[in-house]
């Protein structure tokens, strides 16, 4: 990779000699783990996605945002398209990780969603699963994707997904928490990767950390029920579940889009098409067996 070991070196950060490695795991992003004389970093190189809502710009104020608030490790350098973060030594999540960690998963989420509005800047941005899978429904059709003749029964299912939500207020949420987005430094919770952090409901970034980490029932009411304070009633578990679909949904449109126009360093599309079709086809099965259809 001589073209990103030039761009890596030429970054106006560095103190001495660098060693540097490829960051594994991302599946739209190139990452790679620095070192010289002063520490270790995380380099990570993106374009903007208009195709994802993804924006660097506003990206890069989110970190910011939430590196002045405590929640992420320290954004060094960015510029655009290329970011440099301080390495964490620690542990990345993985479900198992965040299965066990719930209650402090649910605290800690709970805090970013309270006290990120006081450090965000500029236009507030709104992330609605519901518009981005409509709205990724109609990328889809018009760029003739492979499962094109789904979508009305994708569209039909999110619809009523939707409608199943209950009232909650307006937060700033992560939208993105997978379990390789939590580290743990042995002494405290980190959050990284910020594409998608927005304004909306807390229900989105709650049903994320159930379906990401393959959460049964009882762990998902454990996990509502530390972030409010109190026990879930059934139209909360409702709606919960439904958005665990809805987030599995999102996360098959994303890849179908993302088979259309990205190209990420051995990424296999088709191959996570087909995982996360999976994972939403037994979320959608297990959601029907304990509410049936609206």
């Not at 761009?7 to 190139?30: F, M």
């Not at 890069?60 to 655009?80: D, K, N, S």
């Not at 409702?238 to 599995?248: G, I």
């Amino acid at each position: 990779m001589p073209d990103v070991e030039a761009r890596v070196r030429a970054l106006p950060l560095w103190h001495g000699d660098i060693r540097w490695q490829p960051l594994k795991g991302g599946l739209s992003n190139e990452s790679f783990t620095v070192t010289d004389t002063s520490g270790s970093y995380v380099v990570r190189f993106g374009r903007d996605f208009p195709c994802h809502h993804v924006f660097r710009e506003r990206e890069i104020m989110a970190t910011r945002a939430a590196v002045a608030a405590g929640f992420a490790p320290e954004l060094v350098h960015a510029e655009p398209g290329v970011m440099v973060s301080r390495f964490i030594e620690g542990k990345t999540y993985t479900a198992a990780d965040v299965l066990a960690d719930r209650a402090a998963i649910a605290d800690l989420v709970r805090r970013f969603h309270a006290e990120m509005p006081a450090f965000v800047s500029g236009p507030g941005y709104l992330f609605w699963v519901f518009h981005v899978i409509r709205d990724y429904a109609r990328t889809l059709q018009a760029g003739g994707s492979r499962l094109a003749d789904r979508l009305p029964e994708f569209l039909e299912l999110a619809a009523e997904f939707e409608a199943a939500q209950v009232p909650l207020p307006i937060v700033f949420g992560h939208h993105d928490l997978l379990p390789a987005n939590f580290l743990h430094d042995g002494d405290r919770l980190w959050l990284i990767d910020f594409e998608y952090a927005g304004f909306g409901t807390p229900m989105f970034d709650l049903a994320g950390i159930a379906a990401n980490a393959g959460f049964g029932p009882e762990p998902s009411a454990e996990l509502l029920a530390r972030y409010f304070g109190m026990e879930p009633d059934p139209a909360m578990l409702r709606s919960h579940a439904a958005m665990q679909c809805a987030a599995l949904l999102r996360e098959t449109l994303w890849s179908l889009v993302s088979e259309l126009h990205l190209n990420a360093p051995g990424v296999d599309y088709a191959a996570y098409t087909a995982e996360t079709l999976a994972a939403f086809d037994l979320a959608l099965d297990a959601y029907r067996s304990r509410f049936g259809k609206a």
